[in-house]
């Protein structure tokens, strides 16, 4: 598939960075090296500084203006933003690393840039695909792709460079279980046939253990960020299971906390489907056809393969789209006065009866700072300031933000940006809440407390909608399965 290549050496002597809108560092006196051909696991609670180092490796922190840096980072001896075509890195948001158009071409941006002949560019670029079993034409629109999809999409990239070292944040975070072991399979041939050094972050680590050779943990201190624990993973996560678990970090065998059982049976039916049909583009049907019911005090969960139309059916359901066949019907107890088609009502009717937690964060952050971010839904509303202040105080200490308040939303770690989007979308307090991939980026800690949080809102009487291909999340919600098939 690949050629060999001369792995990477990633080194950090005394390494931090703040961003610019942000009070505190996210990483600060960070010591490590990682040798050639090293395969790390890098592991730590959310909010510990991981995502930033990757990025710091990748170069693609930015300048003096973005941040503030102290001590060193190199790629093979140099800073990495020297070290050109030498890191390979996908982010945790593939629609971030979504260049082009087209597929194909998507692909073959890196090794254009890296001025790689134009015939061995296309051979790249479908060994690429194959590994990652992006099944797509080359002409495939990259607007149409899933979210999954464009996590493969990202990862194809990648490994068309063919670089010294892969980096990457979360790969398989959005993916169905079978895409999840295919990208794992993936990564593992490209480094058994290129020989380069990886360094993977993933909270949820069981399909990773088999492939890497060393384990490095990372915690947040007031003093600067501190490596807790480094070394095979037998001797992190066998004889420092327990410390580590109990820290927030994900280790097989000890697992989180999850809340009772609902105590009471769902209420009232607040939306029926029936006959529907969803689609992303007028025209084009995805799924269908649905016969459903939501109900008030009850977790529905979506699942099913990735492009399958899970997120085209809780954006459906949510009113954001418009139902391609069927009906999708709001009854008195939500409408409340409005049309029974929830696609019809304002959005303003929508801040209380439906709110929507979008898959990815980044596509529904609207304010400068976290604070202002849970502030819009009740400003909207025109409620007191007051009343205000009092909402976002509370879901700032529900979903562990506080100290995050002043913060600029696009510094967060990709779980505090999950948190803080779920945060918002309660902050008007409505009757359904529909959540795609709501435990994305979370650790042991604020899994447990995420979930648990949402448990709280099913036991109030809110219905919620669940998309997600973590079953542990469904099965700790005791939510009714919708499967949505390909």
């Not at 464009?150 to 895409?179: C, F, H, S, W």
Request: with cysteine; aromatic share 4%; proline share 6%.
């Amino acid at each position: 598939m690949t050629s060999p290549t001369t792995p990477a050496t990633l080194e950090a002597r005394g390494w931090g960075w703040r961003y610019a809108t942000r009070l505190r560092w996210a990483v600060r006196e960070v010591d490590l090296r990682i040798e050639p051909g090293e395969r790390v696991l890098l592991l730590g609670a959310s909010g510990s500084g991981k995502s930033t180092l990757l990025q710091g490796f990748g170069g693609v922190l930015g300048g003096a203006d973005e941040g503030e840096t102290h001590g060193a980072l190199l790629v093979d001896g140099i800073a990495p933003t020297d070290a050109r075509g030498r890191v390979g890195m996908v982010l945790q948001d593939p629609d971030t690393q979504t260049i082009l158009a087209r597929v194909g071409d998507d692909v073959a941006f890196g090794c254009e840039n890296l001025g790689v002949s134009r015939d061995e560019i296309w051979t790249r670029v479908r060994h690429a695909l194959d590994a990652v079993e992006l099944d797509v034409a080359l002409d495939r629109s990259t607007a149409a792709l899933s979210g999954g999809q464009k996590q493969r999409l990202a990862l194809a990239g990648v490994l068309a460079m063919r670089p010294g070292a892969i980096l990457l944040d979360e790969p398989t975070a959005n993916l169905d279980p079978q895409g999840v072991q295919d990208v794992r399979d993936a990564v593992a041939a490209a480094l058994d046939a290129t020989g380069a050094t990886l360094v993977v972050i993933e909270h949820r680590i069981d399909v990773w253990l088999p492939l890497v050779t060393r384990v490095i943990v990372l915690g947040a201190e007031p003093e600067g960020t501190i490596v807790l624990a480094d070394g095979t993973p037998d001797e992190v996560l066998g004889a420092r299971g327990a410390e580590l678990a109990a820290s927030g970090v994900w280790v097989p065998g000890h697992p989180p906390a999850v809340p009772p059982a609902p105590a009471q049976r769902p209420g009232e039916t607040l939306i029926e489907t029936r006959g529907l049909t969803v689609a992303r583009r007028r025209g084009l049907a995805v799924a269908g056809p649905f016969d459903l019911e939501l109900r008030a005090g009850e977790v529905v969960g979506v699942t099913g393969p990735n492009g399958a139309g899970k997120s085209t059916l809780g954006l459906t359901l949510a009113g954001l789209i418009p139902a391609e066949a069927g009906h999708v019907a709001a009854l008195p107890a939500l409408a409340a006065g409005e049309k029974s088609d929830p696609f019809r009502w304002s959005s303003r009717a929508l801040l209380t009866r439906i709110a929507t937690v979008l898959q990815t964060p980044e596509h529904q952050l609207l304010a400068k700072t976290v604070r202002d971010e849970l502030s819009v839904g009740p400003r909207a509303l025109r409620m007191a300031e007051s009343e205000i202040a009092a909402r976002v105080d509370e879901l700032l200490a529900r979903l562990r933000l506080t100290a995050l308040a002043d913060a600029n939303p696009y510094t967060l770690s990709g779980g505090e940006k999950r948190r803080l989007t779920v945060a918002a979308a309660l902050a008007a307090r409505p009757r359904m809440l529909v959540l795609d991939e709501p435990t994305f980026g979370q650790d042991a800690s604020t899994w447990a407390e995420l979930v648990g949080f949402i448990a709280r809102l099913r036991d109030e009487g809110t219905a919620i909608v669940a998309i997600s291909h973590d079953e542990a999340v469904l099965d700790a919600l005791h939510a009714r399965r919708v499967e949505v098939a390909r």
